[in-house]
């Protein structure tokens, strides 16, 4: 900040303007401030200077603690605003000040970007004023220059008259019209004559306002208010940043709501604002105005938002406090976070939603919500009643921000305690989730202060508080695995759950519940993925249960040059149990084995030594079955009754002992050595992508017990391709190579035949040419080569043959023609079963799930193609395999065999060709179908 002191006095030499510290020369005996005032006609000025700007003479430079001084002004009509014609590279703010640099503040003038124009800006006072003042116009945020400025009077009350709008209490109507309900969407076809500088255009075969600009305003009159207000919502389109107030009853009304409005380059876009704390208390018959206070807007329609679930016309009671379908004790998980009571922190919270103050911030677009944008230094917005009734471990933030920022996170409000801070850097163009660790539980007041820089911030949410109940569940588990040793395993341990960890499933690096130092968390696939682990940076896994050993760790991992990471037992100055070298993957993650022989419960660190890598999941391959011999005989005596060892060894696919490959086998299951592959999503599984040349995946214990004569996969591949399947691993014998076409994106079935094979084997898929995706592959018996067991299955089948055999008499034999007829009339009769498909055809419901095998994501979309804008919405989704354990962008309570979804009231409101989202986080295998229906 510049800090030379200055007093004005201009001497013409050859044209020249120039500064020096003599006596004032323009000390006139009293200004008039009401017909606009020259900025460098001033009497004394801090860190400023006098510039000529093409035509313009004006003063700038006036950075935060800067400020010019005006003596003698006469406020002798008073002041109901002040303008200023200004010009700034982004926003800023100016305080005009009474009797000088420390002063009273008379107002605060918000100075947007103006791309290198001058511009009016015009702010009410807030103060009285009149009689002669001297006056001070001082920086606090951002570089302003100023060319002139003016005081308006204070308007008398027959203009006051002229723009106010109350009802007639004979007729009910605030104007000329019939009354109308202001919920159904009101065009701006017609304009009420007390409208103040608005013109028509042309748009689609019908006439919308335009020239909406500052200081002008719309009424319409006569709409009835009979359900309460939540939000404005209206379809407009601007050039520049912009601000449209909603009013109540005249130009200086009751504020409804302000629609702040980004440049929507030629087109109209739907634009919402939450209504203000005012709003709740309109109801009966009003007049709306809308007037234009920051650039210039055209509006094609706009409608009200009735406050959710509202039912009688003047109900106050129920405005604000609506029904969540809570019934009683279940409140706890489905607090509305649009009702501006109680938050429920733990759904993932759009920053539109806030209930408290705010400063300097602007509303952008977001994923079909308003979201925080120009979070700069000394602005802040603020979020009221939030319960932390599980507590929070961390609070996880969606930014982004074009350059090094810091946004700081304090509880109580703008100036209380400091619970953590973010440093962000340039996320090119991307929001990134960052998270802030806190301990943290009841009801809070959170803002979010911006100290360095310029952030947007889309979402925030709380990650509850792992379970501080210390030991008394951990003994509960342990005595359980010696009754029940093998199901109990596999599934006691909840990925999600901060207690004891099951590492045989992939886990996401968002999952950790240790200590963390220099990484960041990104987006990918669904999760939040460690990122930016350098050198000395690490996380740690705390209690994970190896109870069927490992043989080791597998990690996804990408880097963009040579990279080491070292994985350590007991924590970051633990044993060092392996370490991978990576190189540059080009940006795909790519997967990386570290032996390990390990039983038990550990705390793992994944700790950075060289390089920059990002770790995406990582899982356990469990040790092979070491209780030699024993398992052996157990068959042994089995064989007699051949079938019953068929059917438990088919049981076993996940179980990472002996392999039966007669029945389908997903990639996802291996459990040997791979390099260089990827997995993505397939029919609700994980399956191996991006086999390229050299990459290979293994598949142990392999038994053949029924011999084989090929093996069959199920793969897709973008252009001719080479895969080649090993005996023995990736250097064992070759058994053939499977050439596979360009498959046009779709799976296909292609068969490589083998001589006699038999017995236990580890195979090998190697990638030679090309890039193939490998979803699943089985292996095809031999005939009667599998010894004794299948022999005796096909001696029975000659036994029934003689059966009808004793009935030799001919003439029964035509009656057994009609006997198939009544067979087949039965069996159309269950086909009708799959009835809960969806009914209703406006509306429509798709999803994308992502599955990780303990748990899933599922993201839906409700899109309506009807025609016509739909406001409410109902859906029950079938439970069938779902079980829902988070929500977010909805309300979901249960009814039966059906969970049933209601949305917020900023998201029930869909307009034709539009869609909403919401998604939910369930437990378990993800569903193959989801079955649903719209209902009123």
């Known amino acids: 900040?510049?800090?030379?002191?200055?007093?004005?006095?201009?001497?013409?030499?050859?044209?020249?303007?120039?500064?020096?510290?003599?006596?004032?020369?323009?000390?006139?005996?009293?200004?008039?401030?009401?017909?606009?005032?020259?900025?460098?006609?001033?009497?004394?000025?801090?860190?400023?200077?006098?510039?000529?700007?093409?035509?313009?003479?004006?003063?700038?430079?006036?950075?935060?603690?800067?400020?010019?001084?005006?003596?003698?002004?006469?406020?002798?009509?008073?002041?109901?605003?002040?303008?200023?014609?200004?010009?700034?590279?982004?926003?800023?703010?100016?305080?005009?000040?009474?009797?000088?640099?420390?002063?009273?503040?008379?107002?605060?003038?918000?100075?947007?970007?103006?791309?290198?124009?001058?511009?009016?800006?015009?702010?009410?006072?807030?103060?009285?004023?009149?009689?002669?003042?001297?006056?001070?116009?001082?920086?606090?945020?951002?570089?302003?220059?100023?060319?002139?400025?003016?005081?308006?009077?204070?308007?008398?009350?027959?203009?006051?008259?002229?723009?106010?709008?109350?009802?007639?209490?004979?007729t009910g109507k605030t104007g000329e019209g019939d009354i109308v309900s202001p919920y159904d969407g009101i065009t701006t076809e017609e304009i009420a004559k007390e409208s103040k500088g608005v013109e028509q255009e042309d748009y689609k075969d019908k006439k919308v306002l335009t020239s909406l600009e500052q200081d002008d305003y719309y009424v319409v009159h006569n709409l009835k208010f009979d359900k309460g207000i939540a939000a404005f919502t209206a379809s407009i389109k601007a050039d520049e940043p912009s601000v449209v107030e909603v009013r109540a009853d005249g130009v200086e009304g009751t504020l409804l709501a302000k629609i702040r409005v980004t440049g929507t380059d030629g087109e109209y876009k739907t634009f919402t604002a939450k209504a203000e704390e005012d709003a709740k208390e309109i109801s009966g018959t009003h007049a709306v105005v809308f007037v234009g206070k920051v650039g210039k807007v055209s509006i094609e329609n706009w409608k009200a938002m009735h406050a959710p679930n509202a039912k009688t016309i003047d109900d106050k009671d129920g405005i604000g406090t609506p029904d969540n379908g809570n019934n009683g004790n279940k409140d706890e998980d489905k607090t509305n976070t649009g009702s501006g009571a109680t938050l429920f922190p733990y759904n993932d919270i759009s920053t539109g939603t806030n209930y408290g103050e705010t400063k300097g911030i602007e509303y952008v677009d977001y994923d079909g919500n308003k979201v925080v944008s120009s979070l700069g230094a000394g602005d802040y917005f603020t979020v009221?009643?939030?319960?932390?009734?599980?507590?929070?471990?961390?609070?996880?933030?969606?930014?982004?921000?074009?350059?090094?920022?810091?946004?700081?996170?304090?509880?109580?409000?703008?100036?209380?305690?400091?619970?953590?801070?973010?440093?962000?850097?340039?996320?090119?163009?991307?929001?990134?989730?960052?998270?802030?660790?806190?301990?943290?539980?009841?009801?809070?007041?959170?803002?979010?202060?911006?100290?360095?820089?310029?952030?947007?911030?889309?979402?925030?949410?709380?990650?509850?508080?792992?379970?501080?109940?210390g030991t008394t569940p951990t003994p509960t588990p342990t005595p359980a695995p010696t009754p029940t040793p093998g199901k109990t395993e596999d599934t006691t341990g909840n990925t999600g759950s901060g207690a004891t960890l099951f590492p045989y499933n992939e886990i996401s690096t968002g999952v950790n519940y240790g200590e963390t130092k220099g990484i960041e968390y990104v987006d990918y696939d669904g999760n939040k993925v460690v990122s930016s682990l350098g050198a000395g940076d690490y996380f740690t896994v705390k209690d994970v249960d190896f109870k069927k050993g490992a043989a080791a760790i597998t990690f996804k991992a990408k880097a963009d040059k040579a990279a080491l990471i070292e994985l350590r037992d007991g924590g970051v100055d633990g044993k060092v149990l392996g370490s991978v070298k990576l190189s540059n993957t080009n940006g795909k993650y790519e997967s990386f084995n570290v032996k390990v022989d390990i039983t038990g419960k550990h705390t793992l660190a994944f700790v950075g030594k060289v390089g920059d890598v990002s770790v995406a999941s990582w899982k356990a391959l469990s040790a092979p079955d070491k209780s030699g011999t024993t398992p052996t005989p157990a068959p042994t005596p089995t064989p007699t009754p051949a079938p019953t060892p068929e059917k438990t060894e088919d049981t076993k696919k996940g179980s990472g002992s002996t392999l039966f490959p007669y029945n389908e086998i997903s990639t996802g299951v291996n459990y040997g050595e791979i390099k260089g592959i990827e997995y993505v999503d397939y029919d609700g599984k994980k399956v191996v992508s991006s086999l390229g040349a050299d990459d290979y995946f293994t598949v142990t214990d392999v038994d053949f017990k029924m011999g084989a004569t090929a093996i069959t996969i199920s793969a897709k591949a973008d252009k001719p391709a080479v895969v080649e399947i090993r005996d023995g691993g990736v250097d064992g014998k070759a058994l053939g190579n499977i050439k596979i076409a360009n498959t046009n994106g779709k799976y296909e079935t292609y068969t490589l035949k083998l001589d006699k094979f038999t017995g236990k084997h580890t195979l090998a898929f190697v990638g030679k040419v090309g890039d193939v995706s490998i979803a699943s592959w089985k292996a095809t018996a031999a005939d009667n080569n599998g010894g004794s067991t299948p022999t005796p299955a096909p001696t029975p089948t000659p036994?029934?043959?003689?059966?009808?055999?004793?009935?030799?008499?001919?003439?029964?034999?035509?009656?057994?023609?009609?006997?198939?007829?009544?067979?087949?009339?039965?069996?159309?009769?269950p086909t009708p079963t799959p009835t809960p498909t969806p009914a209703k055809s406006n509306l429509t419901l798709s999803h994308t799930v992502n599955d990780w095998g303990s748990g899933y994501l599922v993201d839906f979309r409700v899109s309506n193609n009807s025609g016509e804008t739909v406001n409410g919405w109902k859906l029950r989704i079938k439970k069938d395999g779902i079980k829902i354990n988070q929500n977010w962008c909805m309300e979901v309570k249960e009814e039966g065999d059906y969970y049933v979804i209601t949305p917020f009231f900023w998201n029930s409101y869909i307009e034709n060709g539009n869609f909403v989202s919401f998604g939910i986080i369930g437990q378990g295998t993800a569903p193959r179908t989801i079955t649903y229906e719209f209902i009123k």
Do not use: C
Not at 449 to 466: H, I, T, Y
Not at 800 to 819: L, R, S
């Open 799 to 829: 036994t029934p043959t003689p059966t009808p055999t004793p009935n030799p008499d001919p003439t029964p034999a035509p009656t057994p023609a009609p006997t198939p007829d009544p067979a087949p009339t039965p069996t159309p009769t």
């Open 384 to 469: 009221k009643d939030v319960d932390f009734k599980k507590g929070a471990a961390v609070i996880n933030v969606k930014v982004k921000a074009d350059k090094a920022a810091m946004l700081e996170l304090r509880d109580g409000g703008v100036d209380g305690k400091v619970l953590g801070s973010l440093k962000i850097n340039n996320t090119n163009g991307k929001y990134e989730s960052f998270n802030i660790k806190v301990d943290i539980t009841g009801k809070h007041t959170l803002a979010f202060v911006g100290k360095v820089g310029d952030v947007s911030v889309a979402s925030w949410k709380a990650l509850s508080a792992p379970d501080k109940s």
């Open 1 to 170: 900040m510049k800090r030379q002191m200055t007093v004005l006095s201009s001497i013409a030499l050859g044209g020249l303007l120039v500064l020096n510290n003599s006596v004032d020369v323009n000390a006139a005996p009293a200004l008039n401030p009401y017909n606009g005032v020259e900025a460098e006609v001033n009497f004394g000025q801090s860190g400023t200077k006098v510039v000529t700007d093409g035509d313009v003479k004006a003063v700038s430079s006036i950075d935060s603690g800067d400020y010019f001084i005006v003596k003698d002004v006469n406020f002798s009509k008073g002041v109901s605003k002040f303008k200023v014609n200004a010009k700034a590279d982004s926003a800023s703010l100016i305080e005009i000040r009474d009797g000088g640099a420390d002063g009273d503040v008379i107002a605060n003038i918000k100075i947007g970007a103006t791309k290198g124009e001058y511009k009016e800006f015009v702010i009410d006072s807030s103060v009285k004023i009149d009689g002669k003042k001297t006056i001070a116009f001082v920086g606090k945020m951002g570089s302003v220059a100023i060319d002139k400025w003016s005081a308006v009077e204070a308007s008398d009350d027959a203009e006051k008259e002229a723009t106010e709008f109350p009802a007639d209490p004979e």
